[in-house]
């Protein structure tokens, strides 16, 4: 049972079942459609980083009454997406009197663009998270007679991948920890089950650090064709560790490594269709970004024992 201090809040669906709610859901609703107008042509300044929602970016908005858009109404709708599948969370100052909120969103916000009824809303909520559960979330709550599931905490940590029990003899399981700006960016998006977005945050950071190492403003697979050296322009990032007759031959394969990942991994997560990824192959992609931010840290400590010689 909740204690005295806990903080209680209400689902959509409770909402809907309150009296004297209208104004604040349809508030909800505009700022679901503001989002997911702005999703599509944000850029972000650092990887990884969200969009925002804020109380401004309400002012103006076609089909909602300006005289509505009190801090009450404003908070009371905030609170209600604060843990709705359609946002990523967010935040509002803590102290009193001081009226400040954002929400958090990603790609996962565009097919709610056009909702503006809570039917039309339902209907898409039932669509990107299945119906069982929306439904299951929409009734009223009952005593069951099952025993409760005991379930584990969600470490709020980088996540160590590791591969799950193949159980034959000889079987190999292999743990890691991920490079440390892979796990910055992705270890929320992870920890929350949002894999594709974790895959995409990675490959992003990794893109992000090639581009300033070299200093250019290419993206994707020509970036990487620029700081790998296609022929005959010379390599301007090495991120080799053979010598000899084996150096050229691995520079290549680095240089058509780091282009795959930017066409086969990250280009689909940033400009097709907002899919799923299944979590062990999104442990395997999470280690391999991982893998190549390792490589690119040869570089960087290339420069750094350089900077520093006499």
Same mark, same amino acid.
């Given at each position: 049972?909740? $204690? ?18 209208? $104004? %604040? ?5 505009? @700022? ?40 009450? %109404? ?38 709610? !663009? ?86 995409? =945050?990675?490959?992003? !950071? ?9 200093? !250019? ?6 970036? @990487? ?28 394969? @680095? ?33 391999? !970004?991982?893998?190549? @931010? ?13 900077? =520093?010689?006499?």
């Amino acid at each position: 049972m909740p $204690q005295g201090a806990d903080e209680l809040s209400l689902t959509i669906a409770g909402a809907a079942n309150c009296t004297d709610t209208g $104004q %604040v859901i349809r508030v909800f609703l505009a @700022m679901v459609r503001t989002a997911g107008t702005i999703e599509p042509h944000y850029q972000p300044k650092e990887p990884g980083q969200l969009p925002e929602l804020r109380p401004s970016d309400l002012r103006g908005v076609y089909g909602v009454d300006p005289g509505s858009l009190t801090d009450e %109404v404003m908070y009371g709708a905030f609170a209600l997406g604060l843990h709705e599948t359609c946002f990523r969370g967010g935040s509002h100052s803590p102290d009193p009197g001081v009226f400040g909120w954002s929400l958090n969103f990603d790609r996962g916000i565009r097919p709610y !663009a056009g909702v503006h009824s809570l039917g039309d809303y339902w209907r898409v909520r039932a669509r990107e998270v299945g119906r069982a559960r929306t439904e299951a979330e929409s009734q009223p709550f009952q005593k069951s007679s099952e025993p409760e599931p005991d379930f584990a905490p969600i470490p709020a940590a980088r996540p160590l991948i590791t591969t799950p029990d193949m159980g034959p003899a000889g079987a190999l399981s292999v743990t890691c920890s991920l490079h440390p700006l892979i796990a910055e960016v992705a270890a929320e998006r992870y920890n929350g089950g949002f894999y594709y977005d974790a895959v995409r =945050s990675a490959f992003q !950071a990794v893109e992000h650090r090639v581009a300033v190492l070299v200093g !250019a403003t290419e993206v994707g697979e020509r970036l @990487m064709g620029i700081a790998f050296g296609a022929k005959p322009d010379p390599p301007k990032i090495t991120v080799t560790r053979f010598t000899g007759s084996s150096l050229e031959s691995e520079q290549n394969g @680095m240089q058509f490594l780091f282009k795959g990942a930017m066409g086969a991994l990250r280009n689909p997560r940033m400009h097709g269709p907002d899919e799923k990824d299944a979590r062990d192959e999104a442990d395997e992609m999470l280690v391999f !970004a991982s893998f190549l @931010m390792r490589r690119l840290d040869i570089e960087d400590e290339k420069r750094k024992a350089g900077s =520093s010689a006499p």
